[in-house]
């Protein structure tokens, strides 16, 4: 059951959110014991998209009970997602919207990892690529198409030719010296990225197709997947198994939950 502010939301409420496609998100992972990891990193993302999309502040406060009440009764771990949005929102006057609500539902956790990921390399840049926002047509039909094509996912390439990010992931490299490469380039700010980030030794650089391919290991990650390996990008294949991805995924295990 997804709720509105605390309430069971109804199709009437979901109307303008389908209609238009106009809000932003976060997704936590909740671990068995309750915990979130990256929990102030999600709410931060979501206080700061608001005022980008809305022009609105965020009680981060509120996010926090409607999640916990959300969560009551739930099987974990599980997937939480919190939805910012304006039910009010119209087409011909989005800026007459500056009233979010706070939508929250919940899904199944699978375990972490998940198996290695075959991506696809096209070209494609997100719109406004620091917000998480809910407008995924085009990530998920450049998703659709790699896997029509045989493989898991799309690895997006910017039109200037640098790797950016994956359909709903970051992407990381080890190079052959075994630091963590990071592309350079216009990508969501991600959470799982950014508590990584403070585990290991790692450097921003802008990253080409050829350049990528050449890498000992690649891995994608977010909140859902963790840290998961990438057995190939187009006709290349990586290891699964490097010592730096096994390092990086205790790492990141081992970094604690906060509770809600």
């Not at 014991?33 to 102030?40: N, W």
């Not at 075959?118 to 406004?128: K, T």
């Not at 039109?159 to 075994?178: I, K, L, M, P, Y």
């Not at 990650?221 to 205790?250: C, Y």
């Amino acid at each position: 059951m997804a709720t509105l502010d605390g309430k069971p939301v109804s199709a009437d409420d979901l109307l303008s959110l389908a209609l238009t496609n106009v809000g932003h998100f976060t997704s936590m992972r909740v671990d068995t014991d309750g915990s979130i990891r990256g929990l102030t990193l999600h709410m931060e993302r979501l206080v700061r998209d608001c005022e980008i999309v809305w022009n609105a502040a965020l009680n981060t406060d509120r996010v926090r009970d409607y999640v916990r009440q959300a969560l009551a009764g739930q099987t974990l771990p599980c997937v939480v997602r919190v939805s910012i949005y304006d039910p009010k929102v119209e087409m011909g006057h989005p800026a007459d919207a500056n009233e979010p609500h706070i939508l929250v539902s919940v899904r199944g956790a699978g375990a972490l990892p998940p198996a290695p990921l075959r991506a696809q390399s096209m070209v494609y840049e997100r719109d406004l690529p620091q917000v998480k926002h809910v407008g995924l047509f085009g990530t998920l039909h450049t998703r659709g198409a790699a896997q029509r094509a045989g493989f898991d996912d799309a690895l997006f390439v910017g039109r200037d030719g640098f790797v950016s990010e994956g359909g709903t992931w970051n992407v990381a490299f080890v190079d052959q010296e075994g630091t963590v490469v990071w592309p350079d380039a216009p990508v969501l700010p991600g959470v799982t990225m950014a508590l990584l980030q403070q585990q290991a030794e790692h450097r921003p650089a802008t990253v080409t197709l050829d350049q990528a391919r050449g890498m000992a290991a690649a891995f994608a990650t977010n909140t859902s997947i963790g840290v998961r390996p990438l057995a190939a990008i187009d006709d290349t294949e990586f290891p699964v198994d490097h010592p730096v991805l096994r390092q990086l995924q205790e790492a990141y295990l081992s970094i604690p939950g906060e509770t809600l």
